[in-house]
């Protein structure tokens, strides 16, 4: 939601377009320090994605979106009626910021469509209005897939979720979250447990931050802890967004997203993933085709100045990894809800009007 002070320190306000500029609040610092970054050209807004400042499926796509504008209106003023050749180079450092979340690609192309449709002139206002209309849009989506997601749930139950799929991996109000936030105001809910999700933390730190932000009663684990607690009883659902759902279901998601749903289908406990239809990739045909990131080995060997384990040591860091649909209960989205997901069940919910 834009605020009275469009600058107002709020996880419904991640991603801002105010007076010309991209700002961006520093996902890295949070929650310790909340500082907007601001971002004036296509390179730095392509970095910020690939280091983290933002981060989430739908809101790099929001980003990236942004970045198109910035990169149109630098090539404008650089090279005049010729600034369309410029343009190329830009879109696909976008493209390549992060591999996984399907949303990247899918808002740029977005973008594209709309510069292909420009006539002469200052292609800003028009590629503005696009993107913000992305922005927009995703936040609309959330409100409504949070709505149905809800409805499923009979409650009151306590769920467990895993990374950050909230306002401030997307354009507001967030997905796994959106469904959390709808069902906790319904009295479905009764209080979230939250994986702390090493090594980034985005459970700890953002997560944590926004449910205690909205009063929604908050616990933050480790992420071996989620057996143990299913075990014990209480927990009706695990809830989770996707940087990619394939076209038979498949989804990636961070990293431990597949664990969740094995240790959900063990203990029957439901299993949901809430994402807007941007997220869903009908030309990849299953998830082993999906592109998963691998990161610094770095970012799990230390922390800060901190040697975590001994000099020399090798590390893995893949960074998502693939819940095949069996493991999925329902795949709930703006255009409505999937059970038990099949390649057919899904193009079905693609084929259908958007506004329908
Ligand atoms: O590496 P991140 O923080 O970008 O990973 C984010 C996730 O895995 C989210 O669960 C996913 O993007 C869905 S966000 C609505």
Known sequence: MQTANPLAVSPDNAVVWHR??????????LPEHAVFLPFDSVAATAGAITDMVVRGAPAIGITAAYGVVLAA????????????????????????????????SWAIERMQH?????????????????AQGIHAEDRAANHTLGEFGAALI?????????????????????????????????????????DETRPWLQGSRLTAWELAHSGI???????????SLMAAGGIGWVIVGADRIAANGDLANKIGTYSLAVLARYHRVEFMVAAPTSTLDMRIERGADIPIEERDPDEILSYGDRQLAPPGVDARNPVFD?????????????????????PDKLRVLMDQDAAA
């Open 322 to 342: 693939v819940t095949p649909a069996s493991l999925v209960d329902y795949i709930v989205t703006e255009r409505g809800v999937v059970e038990r997901p099949t």
């Open 154 to 194: 009979r409650g009151p139950t306590d769920v467990i979720t895993h990374c950050n799929a909230g306002a401030l991996a997307t354009g507001g109000y967030g997905t796994a979250l959106g469904v959390i936030r709808s069902a906790y105001a319904a009295g479905r809910i009764g209080r979230v447990y939250v």
């Open 20 to 29: 010309d500029r991209l700002y961006l609040l520093d996902q890295r610092t």
């Open 114 to 130: 709309a510069l292909d449709a420009l006539g002469g002139g200052d292609p800003v206002p028009d590629l503005l209005q696009e």
């Open 217 to 227: 009663p908050v616990t933050v684990q480790t992420d071996g802890a989620a057996a």
């Open 73 to 104: 209106r630098d090539a404008y003023a650089r090279k005049g009626a010729g600034w369309r050749g410029a343009l190329e180079q830009d879109l696909a450092l976008l493209t390549a910021a992060r591999p996984t979340a399907v949303n990247l």
